[in-house]
């Protein structure tokens, strides 16, 4: 089956500093979707790529889908407290979703 | 506007006590229900999927199981929880099929002692 793989599982940044999480795939994509999911919370959409090399930028997140819709980032640009949680990415298709294992970000103050 | 609802947000239930998580989802039709369980506050392990009333797709064997009575209604149950079983439970759905948000519930918290 469909295998998605995100790492790194925990990442712990200085506030200020740059984060950035990667996912892939073992197989080629339709569409991946961005995920945050806060301490104590539920999993929030962020934004979902669809086509081969694009790049979407939300403030100081820029996510990228890579040309072969195998794998996609995402990068936070000086990293804020507010920025804490687990990032997921999903690449399922139309109805089995398949999430990666999310990477835990943490930011020291 | 959609919204989804998911209930008892907690509890705390006995090992071989029974189990129904309830969710709702208003505001759309027809739409792609899932049940999903996080454990250790970690990745999301897809138990269950339904594309339609009755239609139930399993996708992890366990002692739980899925219902889905009415086009917006999903249920969890289990007929005896076993300490494995908790954990933090996500019902979620999504639009059609081309579509890849995913709009959670609240999460349901689930302690078996």
């Known amino acids: 089956g469909q295998q998605v793989m995100q790492i790194p599982q925990y990442q712990h940044v200085q506030e200020g500093e740059d984060f950035t999480t990667y996912c892939n795939s073992s197989?080629?994509?339709?569409?991946i979707q961005w995920y945050k999911q806060r301490p104590g919370g539920h999993p929030v959409f962020l934004i979902q790529l669809v086509k081969s090399g694009e790049v979407k930028k939300q403030k100081r997140l820029t996510f990228q889908f890579g040309e072969a819709k195998k794998n996609s980032s995402l990068h936070i640009t000086a990293t804020q407290t507010t920025d804490v949680g687990t990032y997921f990415c999903?690449?399922?298709?139309?109805?089995?979703?398949?999430f990666g294992k999310g990477t835990l970000l943490t930011v020291n103050p | 506007s959609q919204t989804i609802h998911q209930w008892p947000a907690t509890l705390v239930q006995p090992v071989g006590s029974p189990l129904s998580l309830e969710c709702t989802v208003e505001g759309t039709s027809n739409p792609n229900l899932y049940w999903y369980r996080q454990a250790a506050g970690r990745g999301l392990q897809l138990l269950f999927y339904s594309v339609g009333i009755g239609q139930i797709s399993s996708e992890v064997p366990q002692n739980l199981s899925a219902s889905r009575p009415q086009d917006r209604q999903f249920i969890l149950s289990s007929k005896k929880l076993l300490l494995s079983d908790s954990g933090f439970y996500l019902c979620?759905?999504?639009?059609?099929?081309?579509?890849?948000?995913?709009?959670f519930g609240e999460g349901s918290r689930l302690t078996v002692l």
């Open positions: 197989t080629t994509l339709s569409n």
């Open positions: 979620a759905w999504k639009r059609g099929t081309n579509t890849g948000e995913l709009f």
């Open positions: 999903d690449g399922g298709s139309n109805y089995k979703l398949t």
